[in-house]
């Protein structure tokens, strides 16, 4: 049985629904592993003095090994949800791949006006700047526009 193809629309709907639920099951989960061992670990503390108290160091002992294989099940979770996190980075770039070739495509064939005063400027000889000749922070500081003034 052959499978519909999916339209481009479609792939990026489908990518970013893809990242959006493994960043909520990666966080949820990697939190419920920190909350886990926190609980562990304020139980191994209390009970460590009650052991002392009623002989029973061994069986303490025990429930520390026990408790520390589970912690080191949970942590091997995390490093596979790093995998994860380079499978979303494999996606994201295939997004990023795809609004390049859209930007390629369409900006052939899309036209705006510019605003008057780029366009005057334009027609008096200056080049159009790839980059704000002003840093952006100075841009809130200039003779026009002084935040000082209300």
């Known amino acids: 049985m052959k499978q519909k193809l999916m339209t481009p629309e479609e792939k990026v709907h489908s990518c970013l629904e893809y990242i959006d639920e493994r960043l909520e099951n990666t966080s949820e989960q990697t939190l419920h592993i920190a909350e886990t061992i ?4 304020k139980s191994l503390s209390s009970s460590y003095k009650d052991a002392i108290e ?32 380079e499978l979303n980075n494999q996606v994201i770039q295939a997004l990023q791949n795809f609004v390049n070739n859209l930007n390629k495509k369409q900006m052939k064939h899309l036209d705006f006006e510019l605003p008057k005063a780029v366009d005057y400027q334009f027609k008096n000889g200056r080049t159009p700047a790839k980059t704000p000749t002003l840093p952006f922070k100075n841009l809130m500081h200039t003779r026009n526009n002084n935040p000082t003034k209300h």
């Open 38 to 41: 926190i609980d562990d670990i």
């Open 54 to 85: 009623s002989h029973r160091l061994r069986e303490h002992a025990d429930k520390v090994h026990d408790t520390q294989m589970k912690w080191v099940n949970q942590l091997h979770d995390i490093i596979l949800d790093q995998t994860n996190r």
